[in-house]
Nanobody, 123 residues
């Protein structure tokens, strides 16, 4: 079992930056691939970024590539999402997830999910 708690969301103007954090507790953090999803009002939850257990493999959604960076510090049991050049269409609740396999993280079939943190980007 692992518990995930996101933080760092908020209100930011278009073009600004935010860094989301997801702190994990429970089973050994380094044994999980980690990822971020988001869900905007009236839309389905969508994949944003994923990172393998050791950080060697990283994947991004096309819509955020070049603007967002996922990273992890296993010693701190934390995964981050640095979001730059934010756009109004990035407005959503952002969720982190964890799974034994990176494929599960990317496909959204991960075993564990956080409660989400709201990101709002204004014009």
């Amino acid at each position: 079992q692992v518990q995930l708690v996101e933080s760092g969301g908020g209100l930011v103007q278009a073009g600004g930056s935010l860094r989301l954090s997801c702190a994990a507790s429970g089973r050994t953090f380094s044994s999980y691939a980690m990822g971020w999803f988001r869900q905007a009002p009236g839309k389905e939850r969508e994949f944003v970024a994923g990172i393998s257990r050791g950080g060697n493999s990283i994947y991004y959604a096309h819509s955020v590539k070049g603007r967002f960076t996922i990273s992890r510090v296993n010693a701190k049991n934390t995964v981050y999402l640095q979001m730059n050049s934010l756009k109004p269409e990035d407005t959503a609740v952002y969720y982190c997830n964890a799974d034994d396999e990176l494929e599960g993280v990317i496909k959204g079939s991960a075993d564990y999910w956080g409660q989400g943190t709201q990101v709002t980007v204004s014009l």
